[in-house]
Protein backbone atom coordinates (compact mmCIF):
# COMPACT_ATOMS: atom_id res chain seq x y z
CA UNK A 1 0.00 0.00 0.00
CA UNK A 2 1.44 3.48 -0.64
CA UNK A 3 1.81 5.75 2.55
CA UNK A 4 3.67 8.90 3.29
CA UNK A 5 6.44 7.44 3.86
CA UNK A 6 6.69 5.72 0.47
CA UNK A 7 6.31 9.25 -1.47
CA UNK A 8 8.75 10.76 0.21
CA UNK A 9 11.31 7.96 -0.89
CA UNK A 10 10.24 8.40 -4.02
CA UNK A 11 10.80 11.79 -4.35
CA UNK A 12 14.52 11.19 -2.33
CA UNK A 13 15.62 8.80 -5.11
CA UNK A 14 13.99 11.20 -7.81
CA UNK A 15 16.20 13.89 -6.73
CA UNK A 16 19.26 11.40 -6.84
CA UNK A 17 18.45 10.60 -10.62
CA UNK A 18 18.27 14.31 -11.52
CA UNK A 19 21.50 14.69 -8.94
CA UNK A 20 22.89 12.07 -11.46
CA UNK A 21 21.40 13.33 -14.94
CA UNK A 22 22.87 16.93 -14.21
CA UNK A 23 26.37 15.13 -13.58
CA UNK A 24 25.86 13.22 -16.83
CA UNK A 25 25.22 16.52 -18.42
CA UNK A 26 27.85 18.67 -16.91
CA UNK A 27 30.62 15.84 -17.81
CA UNK A 28 29.44 14.80 -21.41
CA UNK A 29 28.54 18.50 -22.49
CA UNK A 30 31.10 18.68 -25.01
CA UNK A 31 29.84 15.54 -26.39
CA UNK A 32 25.93 16.41 -26.40
CA UNK A 33 26.60 20.23 -27.86
CA UNK A 34 28.76 18.42 -30.50
CA UNK A 35 25.68 16.04 -31.29
CA UNK A 36 22.80 19.03 -30.97
CA UNK A 37 25.44 21.10 -33.61
CA UNK A 38 25.40 18.40 -35.53
CA UNK A 39 22.11 17.19 -35.25
CA UNK A 40 20.33 20.44 -35.40
CA UNK A 41 18.59 22.34 -38.79
CA UNK A 42 19.44 25.77 -37.43
CA UNK A 43 22.74 27.25 -37.76
CA UNK A 44 24.56 26.59 -35.05
CA UNK A 45 28.31 26.22 -36.10
CA UNK A 46 30.18 28.56 -33.93
CA UNK A 47 27.73 29.08 -30.95
CA UNK A 48 29.16 26.09 -28.87
CA UNK A 49 31.32 28.44 -26.42
CA UNK A 50 27.29 29.97 -25.83
CA UNK A 51 25.86 26.66 -25.13
CA UNK A 52 28.87 25.63 -22.30
CA UNK A 53 28.55 29.23 -20.68
CA UNK A 54 24.56 28.22 -20.37
CA UNK A 55 25.20 24.59 -19.15
CA UNK A 56 27.73 24.99 -16.61
CA UNK A 57 26.70 28.68 -15.51
CA UNK A 58 22.87 27.02 -15.76
CA UNK A 59 24.50 23.96 -13.32
CA UNK A 60 25.28 25.78 -10.21
CA UNK A 61 21.84 26.55 -9.80
CA UNK A 62 20.05 23.35 -10.39
CA UNK A 63 22.87 22.07 -7.82
CA UNK A 64 21.68 24.56 -4.71
CA UNK A 65 18.21 23.35 -5.64
CA UNK A 66 18.59 19.50 -5.58
CA UNK A 67 20.41 19.88 -2.17
CA UNK A 68 18.03 22.31 -0.82
CA UNK A 69 15.38 19.57 -2.43
CA UNK A 70 16.93 17.09 -0.23
CA UNK A 71 17.55 18.56 2.83
CA UNK A 72 13.77 19.43 2.50
CA UNK A 73 12.35 16.32 2.06
CA UNK A 74 15.00 14.88 5.07
CA UNK A 75 13.03 17.44 7.24
CA UNK A 76 9.77 16.34 6.06
CA UNK A 77 10.75 12.87 6.81
CA UNK A 78 11.68 13.49 9.80
CA UNK A 79 8.13 15.45 10.84
CA UNK A 80 9.89 18.68 10.83
CA UNK A 81 7.55 20.32 8.04
CA UNK A 82 6.48 23.75 9.82
CA UNK A 83 10.04 25.27 9.91
CA UNK A 84 11.81 28.18 9.42
CA UNK A 85 14.79 26.05 7.80
CA UNK A 86 12.21 24.60 5.40
CA UNK A 87 10.75 28.51 4.04
CA UNK A 88 14.85 29.13 3.88
CA UNK A 89 15.10 25.85 1.62
CA UNK A 90 12.05 27.20 -0.68
CA UNK A 91 13.27 30.05 -0.85
CA UNK A 92 16.48 29.23 -2.28
CA UNK A 93 14.89 26.70 -4.52
CA UNK A 94 12.53 29.23 -6.34
CA UNK A 95 15.75 31.88 -6.42
CA UNK A 96 17.80 28.86 -7.70
CA UNK A 97 14.12 28.39 -10.78
CA UNK A 98 14.35 31.89 -11.37
CA UNK A 99 18.43 31.89 -11.69
CA UNK A 100 17.66 29.27 -14.35
CA UNK A 101 15.03 31.18 -16.18
CA UNK A 102 17.45 34.25 -16.26
CA UNK A 103 20.50 32.07 -17.99
CA UNK A 104 18.12 30.59 -20.08
CA UNK A 105 16.30 33.49 -21.05
CA UNK A 106 19.69 35.46 -21.67
CA UNK A 107 20.73 31.94 -23.41
CA UNK A 108 17.86 32.82 -26.69
CA UNK A 109 19.82 35.35 -28.54
CA UNK A 110 21.81 32.62 -29.73
CA UNK A 111 19.29 29.10 -29.39
CA UNK A 112 15.61 30.33 -29.09
CA UNK A 113 14.37 26.90 -27.68
CA UNK A 114 15.84 28.24 -24.77
CA UNK A 115 12.77 30.35 -23.98
CA UNK A 116 10.80 27.17 -22.84
CA UNK A 117 13.26 26.36 -20.36
CA UNK A 118 13.27 30.23 -19.50
CA UNK A 119 9.31 29.97 -18.95
CA UNK A 120 9.08 26.54 -17.69
CA UNK A 121 11.49 27.68 -14.65
CA UNK A 122 10.16 30.95 -14.23
CA UNK A 123 6.67 29.38 -13.77
CA UNK A 124 8.37 26.71 -11.24
CA UNK A 125 9.69 29.34 -9.55
CA UNK A 126 7.31 31.13 -8.47
CA UNK A 127 4.36 27.79 -7.57
CA UNK A 128 7.76 27.41 -5.09
CA UNK A 129 7.46 31.07 -4.11
CA UNK A 130 3.96 30.47 -3.57
CA UNK A 131 4.11 27.20 -1.53
CA UNK A 132 6.77 29.04 0.79
CA UNK A 133 4.86 31.99 1.40
CA UNK A 134 2.18 29.37 2.67
CA UNK A 135 4.69 27.11 4.80
CA UNK A 136 5.98 30.82 6.27
CA UNK A 137 2.37 31.34 7.29
CA UNK A 138 2.06 27.77 8.42
CA UNK A 139 5.46 28.41 10.51
CA UNK A 140 3.85 31.77 12.25
CA UNK A 141 0.61 29.81 13.06
CA UNK A 142 2.73 26.73 14.77
CA UNK A 143 4.99 29.08 16.89
CA UNK A 144 1.35 30.84 18.15
CA UNK A 145 0.15 27.71 18.54
CA UNK A 146 3.04 26.30 20.31
CA UNK A 147 3.11 29.45 23.02
CA UNK A 148 -0.49 29.12 23.62
CA UNK A 149 -0.55 25.56 24.45
Request: with cysteine.
Amino acid sequence: MWSDKNSIVLSQVSVVLFGAALLAVVVWAPRLVEWLVGFSRAELAGQEPFFYVTIYVGALPAVLMLYSLHKLLDNIGASRVFTADNVAHLRRISWSCFFGALVSFISVQYYFPWILVSIAAGFMGLIVRVVKNLLAQGVVLKQDADLTV
